[in-house]
């Protein structure tokens, strides 16, 4: 008896692939098959998520996306208006300063071959994301600190500018009256660009840029450009970014966490819930007064997120719309 069989390869579905997959026909003695023509002609459709309400950088992202960019550029290019925003007091320019009143930035970033590179407080150069970058491309090596790091973005034709603001510099002043140190990551204010894109051949990419906790103890280096703390990619399974107490991601490698517990078959969401977790599980933990969140991609497209507390939001760029979203949060009492 003759049946017909339609063949459809997986990851056609869970991708999301669109346009070029070409149904064609062919005939055995026994069977009529339906082939969906894959290999290299498929298309995946773009993906963007950012943690904070991060408009415009996701746009920019998603822009290089549909123009047929890879998921590196798109991160780079995303985080790179966050870091010239003046008004975020968060990341690259006008980001508050140390105790001493120097801004220092931490960025990383990782491409889909497993490459990564970072810098870690840097002075005077405002995108630390484009440096990191260069670290990898450039560089035998993954990390550059400091001075050396500023040094190296010279060479690579990085202008010098001075990266504390009018209103930084007033808000550093006012700081310094009680000085009280508190590492808390604000309600208001947003706290770090993590990035993660997936690019039309499927490929992902991330990238992760802040200037750390607001009066922080010189010297001072968070999770965003720590492999693993802010940010994770693995092109087989997906990848994860970290926002908010840096200390607490560290503690738990939290992006790293993410990306392993997807692939042990959790799913985007249940990665993040289960991260979060480890932090707010640990016995006598006092996480009232810190903020965490994550967000997460796996290779099928589908994405997750999850905070401490319920001040936490992100930015999506799915089906060729961008919408920022609440993010759901542990601490519902
Ligand atoms: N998540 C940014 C920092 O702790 O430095």
């Not at 071959?113 to 995108?127: E, R």
Request: proline share 2%; with cysteine; aromatic share 6%.
């Amino acid at each position: 008896m003759k049946r017909r069989k339609f063949i459809q390869n997986a990851s056609l579905s869970t991708l999301g692939v669109v346009a070029t997959a070409a149904i064609v026909s062919c005939k055995t003695e026994t069977e009529t098959t339906a082939i969906v023509a894959t290999s290299n002609d498929k298309v995946v459709k773009p993906l963007v998520i950012a943690t904070w309400k991060t408009d415009l950088a996701v746009e920019t992202a998603a822009e290089v996306l549909e123009k047929g960019g890879s998921a590196l550029d798109a991160v780079e290019q995303g985080c790179r208006i966050e870091e010239a925003n003046e008004k975020g007091q968060s990341v690259g320019k006008g980001g508050l300063p140390d105790r001493d009143g120097d801004v220092t930035l931490d960025a990383c970033i990782m491409d889909e071959k497993g490459n990564y590179g970072a810098v870690l407080g840097v002075k005077n150069i405002k995108h630390v994301i484009s440096v990191a970058r260069k670290v990898m491309e450039d560089t035998p090596h993954v990390m550059l600190v400091g001075e050396g790091a500023e040094k190296f973005a010279v060479t690579k034709g990085f202008e010098r500018e001075n990266l504390l603001t009018e209103a930084s510099k007033k808000a550093w002043e006012n700081w310094k009256i009680k000085s009280e140190y508190k590492p808390i990551i604000n309600i208001e204010n947003h706290d770090t660009i993590g990035m993660l894109a997936i690019d039309k051949k499927g490929n992902i990419s991330g990238a992760c840029t802040t200037s750390g906790l607001a009066y922080k103890m010189a010297g001072r280096v968070g999770d965003s450009p720590i492999i693993g703390g802010g940010l994770f990619v693995d092109n087989e399974i997906g990848g994860a970014s970290a926002t908010g107490l840096g200390e607490e991601v560290l503690k738990t490698v939290g992006s790293f966490l993410i990306v392993e517990l997807m692939r042990q078959g959790k799913s985007p969401q249940e990665a993040c819930e289960e991260a979060i977790g480890r932090i707010v599980n640990k016995p006598g933990k006092d996480f009232k007064n810190f903020q965490v969140g994550y967000i997460a991609v796996n290779k099928k497209g589908e994405t997750g997120a999850y905070s401490i507390h319920e001040w936490f939001s992100y930015n999506i760029y799915k089906d060729k719309e961008n919408k920022n979203i609440k993010s759901d949060y542990f601490n519902k009492v």
